[in-house]
């Protein structure tokens, strides 16, 4: 039920039971300052030059209910929301394109079948179809305030 957003050029590490969704634009830059003994390159100079060197903002922490919608971030490249079941109200008054990430339970996009720990582009919400007890994550590109 944990949030954390973490925003480009945070420290960070990831663990055991995390389920982690990065959003970012479509590039390779990763810098690494620590890989765990895997024998990939660490990127130390462009790490430490391009870090955030103070604490990370509390309000980009919060607890959640584990069902249920919820906005979880509104910013100026994207907005991400997590849906439990079908898409109603303000989601269908959106318009676009989004991402859809399965977090459990089946999703169809434009009538194709889209299972947790995949991800699939939709033209709109109207060709998003959740079951009744799915839950996913949709992402929009910029603020979609309704």
Same mark, same amino acid.
């Given at each position: ?32 300052l620590y ?30 209910? *584990? !069902?249920?919608?919820?906005? &979880?971030?509104?910013? +100026?490249?994207?907005?991400?929301e997590? $849906?439990? =079941? ?5 989601? *269908? !008054?959106?318009?676009?394109? &989004?991402?859809?990430? +399965? ?5 169809? $996009?434009? =009538? ?29 590109p ?5």
């Amino acid at each position: 039920g944990d949030f954390v957003y973490i925003p480009a050029g945070t420290v960070h590490a990831i663990g055991a039971g995390v389920c982690l969704v990065e959003l970012q634009q479509n590039n390779d830059a990763t810098y690494r300052l620590y890989d765990y003994g895997r024998p990939r390159e660490l990127h130390l100079d462009y790490a430490i030059a391009v870090a955030h060197g103070g604490p990370h903002n509390p309000a980009m922490r919060r607890k959640l209910p *584990l !069902k249920g919608s919820a906005t &979880l971030t509104m910013g +100026p490249y994207f907005t991400l929301e997590r $849906v439990q =079941g079908q898409l109603a109200g303000d989601h *269908l !008054k959106k318009h676009g394109p &989004l991402l859809v990430v +399965p977090i459990e339970g089946d999703v169809l $996009v434009s =009538g194709e079948s889209v299972s947790p720990g995949e991800c699939a582009v939709a033209s709109g919400p109207d060709a998003v179809s959740p079951a009744d007890d799915a839950q996913c994550l949709l992402a929009w590109p910029g603020v979609t305030g309704a």
